[in-house]
């Protein structure tokens, strides 16, 4: 897809449901669209019942008379096919369409992103409404792209997923050999005589634990069977509107689906940004580095965001003033083209009446919210089209990988408190703190732009990984690695010959034993040549053997004190850094510190206080933003560089302030 295609401004608006109101409201929207410059909105994303009153049935008009209002106002708009809401009739008709959840239960009607992806009987009913959609509103002046259904991701356990699984499995593995040897059925008597033996791992099914190489194929499997049920509308989609973005909103849990293969499947990734009042700043940056990396580094839209509180939070933190103009910056700093929220009026009723909307019950104009979005529509509208598209400049990578998420996060032992999300994190930060651009490395891509990869906890060895690591070091890169590398094949069948498995030569390491600490248990660690500084280490610690590698610091406490915790290897012209344990925020700061100024690795700018500093490159232009996330005042260190502000238009150079909470959007060079 050609991705100039387009709207030459950043998209701001969102989620609209205007079958929820009468005209008049929908007029005043429409006037807070204008007023705070509100230029897209994305309907009617759970509208099945209204469109298809009963099964053939009809009723669009309601919906032409929306869009005669919207392409009047000259707004742009993604249709939504209305499929992740099935009408009650559909699943009373056909009860199939119902999922059984984890528990072998068969679910009710009344929720929504809740039905079987496998059922040919939803599917029929969903390509005959999305092609009825597309039919009738492929011209229409307003439309910009198509978002099939909603945050896909529901687990169905059904019969006929049963079926498909049994199928699925023929399909990959060919016969019941490699079947039973890929999930080595021998352990405990499992071994299968008949594909019909198979069973779909539900909690019903659990002796302890289900087998997790079951588990890791039903997660694939539910994967594959959500691209498909993706593609059986998207299709008639992009056959109607060839030129136009067809795609889905991906939940920001995003652990449920193969992100990276779904997007494959897409012409672009779009995510749905609800951090936590309690997240760093960090994760939400992380997660949209993650989303750029679905397309290879090419950007992304972020589809929701909230325009204030949650509702489905234990405690629904307000956003604080000007919060919602940071999380916005940061999207589009770290790749989005636009800045899309849920939604534009709050629902009168219902289960999320009292999340944050644009418009509040209050219907007024004169609300804190109304005025952030009408500077910040502002603006957005003053920056056009110019970073637009544009992308990163980074020399760091972090290997990134859902199949070894599952496998990791499915594992009994060592710990229960294996979270691969936090891990990456753990690394990741230290180069968003210090302001250094990240890439995540998630599809098959060239590793030899990058100075330093960094791959936490690499625990699945998939087919060529070792062998591009291995490639990356020899070659002169920084590897870094951690417990938990090196252990399983794609089947979670453990590598024998100690871990970290292929990897081992490049550490100059074995891992004899890991031992799992208690949340509240940590132990110390210390650099050789420096004893007099100790720091915390948690989570898990491997007891290693060094065999080409030297070591850089060591256990202080418990039978295995002494014993190398970090270790450095050279491997061919590169070094392999191997790390054993969790060590703390503080000593991780400066190890990786250490090998970023080695290896030259530059931030994109320095600062001091709490400001986030990213780069986008756009035909050759540089564009920095800079946002303040503290209360006190910052400083940006630009040095002999030019810029020009593009939200104030000043010129800046030299060390600059930038003010509590506040953004700034720079591009090089001196306007003339
Ligand atoms: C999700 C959904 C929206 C809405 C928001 C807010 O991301 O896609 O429909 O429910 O959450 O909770
Ligand atoms: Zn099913």
Redesign the pocket.
């Known amino acids: 897809m050609d991705r100039k295609l387009s709207r030459p401004f950043i998209l701001f608006g969102g ?1 609209y449901n205007p079958d929820q109101w009468d005209d008049e409201t929908i007029d005043q929207d429409i006037e807070v669209f204008k007023k705070t410059k509100i230029n897209t909105v994305t309907l009617p ?1 759970f509208s099945w019942a209204k469109l298809e009153p009963s099964e053939g049935i009809y009723n669009f008009e309601w919906l032409d008379h929306i869009l005669d209002k919207l392409d009047e106002a000259g707004l742009s708009y993604f249709l939504a096919t209305p499929t992740s809401a099935q009408p009650a009739w559909l699943s009373r008709k056909y009860p199939e369409v119902l999922p059984v959840d984890i528990a072998g239960r068969k679910r009710t009607h009344g929720m929504r992103v809740f039905f079987c992806v496998n059922s040919d009987k939803f599917r029929e009913r969903a390509a005959i409404i999305a092609g009825k959609m597309a039919e009738r509103y492929k011209d229409r002046p307003g439309l910009i792209g198509w978002h099939v259904a ?2 896909y991701g529901t687990y169905c356990y059904c019969e006929n997923c049963q079926k498909k699984f049994r199928s699925w499995l023929k399909e990959r593995y060919k016969t019941l050999d490699e079947l039973n040897l890929r999930w080595h059925t021998c352990f405990w008597g499992k071994t299968l005589y008949d594909f019909e033996e198979v069973v779909v791992p539900t909690e019903l099914n659990d002796d302890y634990r289900f087998n997790p190489a079951v588990q890791l194929d039903y997660m694939r499997f539910i994967t594959d069977s959500t691209i498909e049920c993706y593609e059986n509308e998207a299709k008639i989609l992009k056959a109607a509107t060839p030129t136009l973005p067809v795609f889905t ?1 991906i ?1 920001g849990y995003i652990k449920k689906l193969d992100q990276s293969k779904m997007v494959s499947h897409m012409d672009t990734a779009g995510w ?1 940004n ?1 951090p936590w009042p309690t997240d760093e700043r960090s994760f939400p940056a992380m997660k949209h580095d993650i989303m750029r990396a679905l397309k290879g580094g090419e950007s992304y839209y972020v589809m ?1 965001q ?1 325009p204030n509180q ?1 509702n ?1 939070q234990p405690y629904n933190k307000l956003k604080k003033p000007g919060e919602v103009r940071r999380l916005a910056y940061q999207g589009l700093a770290h790749g989005s083209d636009s800045s899309l929220y ?1 939604q534009m009026r709050q629902s009168v009723a219902g289960q ?1 009446k009292f ?1 944050g909307a644009v418009i509040s019950h209050s219907g007024r104009t004169d609300t804190r919210i109304i005025r952030e979005f009408t500077e910040l529509g502002g603006e957005l509208e003053k920056l056009g089209d110019q970073f637009i598209c544009g992308k990163a400049d980074s020399r760091i990578g972090i290997v990134f990988d859902w199949n070894n998420w599952w496998a990791l996060e499915l594992c009994s032992g060592p710990s229960k408190d294996m979270d691969y999300l936090r891990e990456v994190h753990r690394y990741y930060k230290h180069f968003y703190y210090n302001n250094y651009s990240v890439d995540f490395l998630i599809q098959d891509v060239d590793y030899s732009k990058y100075k330093v990869i960094v791959a936490p906890m690499l625990y699945m060895m998939k087919e060529g990984i070792a062998e591009k690591l291995r490639e990356f070091t020899r070659n002169g890169g920084i590897l870094i690695g951690t417990y938990m590398t090196g252990y399983a094949d794609e089947n979670d069948r453990c590598i024998y010959g100690a871990y970290p498995g292929p990897l081992k030569d490049v550490f100059g390491i074995w891992v004899e034993e890991t031992d799992a600490l208690y949340q509240d248990e940590y132990n110390q660690i210390h650099e050789i040549d420096d004893d007099s500084c100790s720091y915390k280490c948690s989570f898990l610690c491997d007891l290693i053997h060094t065999e080409s590698a030297n070591t850089l610091a060591v256990y202080e406490r418990d039978f295995y004190a002494g014993l190398p915790a970090v270790t450095v290897n050279s491997f061919g012209n590169g070094k392999a850094y191997y790390i054993a344990t969790a060590p703390d925020y503080e000593y991780l700061d400066k190890l990786i510190n250490r090998i970023l100024v080695d290896e030259k690795v530059e931030p994109v700018m320095k600062s001091s206080g709490e400001i986030e500093i990213v780069k986008r490159i756009k035909d050759g232009d540089e564009y920095i933003f800079a946002i303040n996330h503290g209360n006190e005042r910052g400083i940006i260190y630009i040095g002999d560089n030019h810029y020009k502000n593009l939200l104030t238009e000043d010129q800046v150079t030299g060390t600059i302030d930038i003010s509590a909470g506040d953004v700034m959007v720079m591009k090089k060079g001196i306007d003339k």
């Open positions: 989620d994303v909603n945050e909103n939940s749905d609800y929701e909230s949650q489905w849920f999320e999340h």
